[in-house]
């Protein structure tokens, strides 16, 4: 132990003229009389932070009294801290003799801890150990800190502790010597047999991996072994007994074996549970966690401690739950080597995130969080190993079975053909020639054996079959890869002639199912061993499956066409056709567009973008998912040509175009066909007929009027739209777009006069609206935490109105959100060569919105928004009818540049329309 030796009048004389030293015992005084044996000092103990880690015994003992504090929990655990903890307290022993006393500190995990004792105003014992000490400067032999005080009859002794580590804990007890010893003696007795245990698995497996030949033996050996390192390390036990004279190993074995146990369980699992199979996502998941665990394990090398070991920790829990996730896989799957590793690793799992919640100090120190993973991983390990030999067993009893399968197959024909050669060919022969599965065997040389069914030949169709190479008759034929073609012949090559073992371990990598032309066959694979459990030859039984294959695919298609089918009858009649009727007229001007373009052109590129883009909004609407998808793989690509105008190519988008409608005529067909509604609104009046009609009641006196009153509202009904029924499903979009974004549902305050719409009309304000809407929620209206930090609601708010004026239609459209951040269009459009920096005027900038291909949110594509395109859709479509689109500005722009706006939109009011009115 590193001891300042110094002279008591030495410290006498420095004491008095320094000024320091406790003249009076500190104010947690414990009474010897009263304390038990042990006595556990975690209450009413007084604490002192140094944050700056910079304090002597000289700084604290000069500091007020006021600077302690006077610890009142039951537990202390400071977790990862960056400054040292300062213990003071006193013990007054009121015998008529001396007592010896051991004062431990039971936390091995400490880089300092400097003890000071004190006689008055006297320094008696100063002592400095930890893990970062040589482990010989202890005076006890003792993987805690162990310091031996003896307080005078009659005498207060003052002591001081000084504690410096990257996670501190302070369980502090004061026993005497015999319940230290016999304390000790019981946990070397029941740590050692934890390790014996944890020791004999390790030799069982690796023992049994010499043997088997199983890879997870050996990685379940180095995993027991790196866990059993880390909790040697952690409980203190390796620094006392294997590294002493290393305190810097010392300090980082923790984290190196952390990151190794992290690593190698995970291989482990992937080995035991067998996830390349089961699950290919959860299987690059484990992987990328084994690939953090050895990572971590590097740079515990070279980071600090600390900080690493904090990584680690995270690393271990998040880890454990991708572990037990893969597990509940394999559960679902009846995995019996799961069940085992569900009650071991839970177990195990339950001491992890316990004793990682304690040293990250979420929850406090107690015996279980202490010694809970202990227990759970001994239980893991014998569990695990268990399940290791039930997974063996398991095996050969497979292996067993298959051998009696085939053994019972043959028993009939044997008991037959003992006596005869003949005899026995003729049988197998019949066999053969009527069975209705393809069945050959494989021999040494890979040669077909010639006995093989009729079938076979069916299925091949190839009757010269005896005797030629499968590989070159067979399976070269089908639509496996070369690597898979490679596989197959190695594993047929090294295990005929071979241990059945060979088999039986490589028989995953032979093809279940296969094509061949157009069937689809299901192969089955059994060696078939000697007396000498050497595989003889290989048998194959081929099942032609392609009729089931074409039911299972007309199973999948009527789910899809259901599943259609549900997405339609959810929207009306009228509103389905509309949808459709509008598709048609995009399909067709992009197909014509792109016919009479072979060459890149401006308009060309920004109408057929624009169709699309208008097109893909209305279809998400209705939740056409594999429309939407195939609208937006179109849209990439055009914005692909926007950027590179090289890209132009008539073959490609024509492609993309005959793509959508395909499955844009799924679609309707099943609406109009499958669902049977009408191809069109029922009408028996032409327009002019119409027209007449509506003149002539007009030109009614009132009184007759009154009489057709309810004749005329239906026939009003049945050719216009009134404009508040055309916004009810608008505004249900606009609810359903805020939750898919994970904004609260806008308010919307509309204000619609009675208004009635043309088909074309109401198709137009659709289309408009399904720009605007998706523009106001993903741009405008922020995400509500953020509305909430500058005082706004956090639900977003709509503001609309409709009415006609002298035969237009005004409507004016906004929200509440941040507005248009003109200072970043400028740049944009600046970047372009759309404008110079001397445009300053805020309506010019804000009109660029309107140019094809410029968003103040491109760097942020998405299926919703961000190509540039929605607002140059608004206003073409608009003025293809006839109206206007213009922005008017609310203020000035604020100090970031936003500045309020509103959409104000004309559109003519079609005549029958106005009549209808």
Not at 66 to 82: C, I, M
Not at 317 to 345: G, K, N, P
Not at 475 to 491: A, G, H
């Amino acid at each position: 132990m590193l001891k300042l030796k110094i002279t008591m009048g030495t410290l006498i004389l420095a004491s008095s003229c320094l000024g320091l030293g406790p003249e009076a015992p500190a104010r947690s005084l414990f009474n010897l009389m009263t304390m038990k044996d042990p006595h556990n000092f975690q209450e009413s103990i007084e604490l002192l932070e140094d944050s700056a880690e910079t304090y002597t015994i000289e700084d604290v003992l000069a500091l007020p009294e006021d600077a302690w504090r006077l610890n009142q929990k039951e537990s202390l655990n400071f977790g990862f801290v960056d400054k040292a903890i300062w213990v003071r307290f006193s013990i007054y022993n009121p015998n008529q003799e001396s007592v010896d006393r051991f004062l431990a500190l039971r936390y091995p995990q400490q880089n300092h801890v400097h003890f000071f004792e004190f006689d008055d105003n006297t320094l008696i014992q100063h002592d400095h150990i930890g893990d970062r000490v040589p482990f010989s400067e202890r005076d006890i032999n003792s993987r805690n800190y162990v310091f031996q005080v003896a307080i005078p009859a009659g005498k207060t002794r003052t002591y001081y502790l000084r504690l410096e580590g990257e996670t501190i804990q302070i369980p502090l007890q004061l026993s005497t010597r015999e319940y230290y010893l016999n304390r000790q003696e019981e946990e070397i007795l029941s740590w050692g047999l934890y390790f014996g245990i944890v020791t004999v698995m390790v030799l069982y497996n690796l023992i049994l991996s010499l043997k088997l030949k199983e890879r997870s033996y050996p990685l379940y050996s180095a995993y027991i072994t790196s866990y059993v390192l880390l909790q040697a390390s952690m409980s203190g036990f390796a620094y006392q007994h294997l590294w002493p004279r290393s305190p810097h190993w010392g300090n980082i074995s923790t984290a190196v074996f952390l990151g190794l146990t992290t690593a190698f369980l995970g291989l482990f699992i992937q080995s035991f549970l067998e996830t390349k199979q089961r699950n290919s996502l959860i299987d690059k998941i484990v992987m990328v966690t084994v690939g953090l665990g050895f990572l971590q394990c590097a740079l515990s090398f070279v980071v600090p401690f600390g900080n690493i070991v904090r990584v680690g920790i995270l690393l271990a829990m998040v880890a454990s739950l991708v572990y037990m996730t893969a597990t509940v896989f394999a559960l679902a799957q009846r995995s019996r080597s799961a069940q085992y590793f569900a009650l071991a690793f839970g177990l195990f799992l339950v001491g992890v995130l316990a004793y990682g919640a304690q040293s990250l100090g979420l929850v406090a120190v107690n015996s279980f969080t202490k010694n809970g993973v202990t227990l759970g991983s001994a239980a893991e390990v014998i569990l695990l190993s268990l399940a290791l030999g039930d997974k063996l067993d398991r095996r050969q009893k497979k292996a067993r079975r298959e051998i009696e399968f085939l053994n019972d197959s043959l028993k009939a024909t044997i008991s037959e053909i003992e006596q005869r050669v003949e005899e026995k060919t003729r049988h197998i022969a019949s066999v053969m020639n009527h069975i209705k599965q393809g069945i050959f065997t494989i021999l040494p040389g890979l040669q077909i054996e010639r006995y093989y069914s009729l079938h076979l030949a069916e299925i091949l169709e190839n009757k010269d079959i005896a005797g030629k190479n499968p590989m070159d008759l067979f399976f070269r034929k089908t639509d496996l890869s070369p690597d898979e073609l490679v596989t197959i012949e190695s594993v047929l090559i090294g295990s005929l002639g071979e241990s059945n073992l060979n088999f039986q371990m490589n028989e995953c990598h032979l093809p279940s199912n296969i094509k061949l032309n157009e069937k689809h066959l299901n192969l089955s694979w059994q060696s078939i061993d000697n007396e000498d459990e050497e595989t003889e030859k290989i048998m194959v039984v081929v099942r032609d499956i392609t009729e089931l294959r074409k039911l299972e695919e007309q199973s999948e298609e009527q789910k899809k066409e259901l599943k259609i089918i549900g997405t339609l009858i959810r929207a009306s009649t009228d509103r389905c056709h509309s949808f459709f009727t509008q598709g048609i007229r995009f399909l067709e001007q992009n197909l014509s567009t792109i016919a009479n373009h072979p060459t890149y052109n401006d308009s060309a590129l920004k109408s057929v973008f624009i169709n699309y883009h208008t097109f893909k909004a209305s279809a998400r609407d209705f939740d056409f998912k594999n429309l939407v998808n195939s609208l937006h793989q179109a849209e990439s690509l055009c914005s692909r040509i926007r950027d590179d105008r090289k890209l132009w190519n008539q073959t490609e988008m024509t492609r993309d175009l005959e793509q959508i409608k395909e499955i844009f005529s799924d679609y309707a067909r099943i609406n109009y066909e499958v669902l049977g509604r009408n191809m069109e609104r029922i009408a028996v009046f032409n327009k002019a007929s119409i027209e007449a009609g509506l003149q002539l009641f007009i030109e009614l006196d009132p009184s007759t009027r009154e009489k057709f009153k309810e004749l005329h509202s239906e026939f009003k009904q049945s050719y216009f739209d009134d404009a508040r029924d055309i916004f009810k499903p608008i505004w249900a979009q606009a609810r359903k777009l805020a939750r898919s974004l994970n904004k609260p549902e806008p308010e919307i305050h509309s204000e619609i006069e009675e208004v009635w719409l043309s088909d074309d009309t109401s198709m137009t304000i659709q289309s408009v609206f399904s720009h605007l809407i998706r523009n106001s929620l993903d741009h405008g209206i922020e995400p509500a935490d953020e509305r909430e930090s500058i005082g706004k609601a956090s639900q977003g708010q709509l503001f609309f109105s409709l009415k006609e004026v002298h035969g237009l239609i005004l409507i004016d459209f906004s929200d509440d959100g941040k507005g248009l951040n003109l200072r970043k269009i400028r740049d944009l459009a600046m970047k372009r060569g759309l404008c110079s920096s001397s445009l300053t005027d805020p309506y010019l900038i804000a009109e660029l919105i309107f140019v094809d291909g410029l968003s103040s949110n491109q760097d942020n594509v998405t299926e919703i928004s961000g190509r540039g395109v929605g607002m140059s859709a608004v206003r073409s479509i608009i003025e293809s009818q006839g109206g206007s689109c213009q922005i008017s500005l609310k203020g000035v722009p604020n100090e970031d540049g936003y500045v309020a706006f509103q959409f104000e939109i004309h559109l003519p009011q079609h005549r029958l329309s106005q009549m209808a009115a």
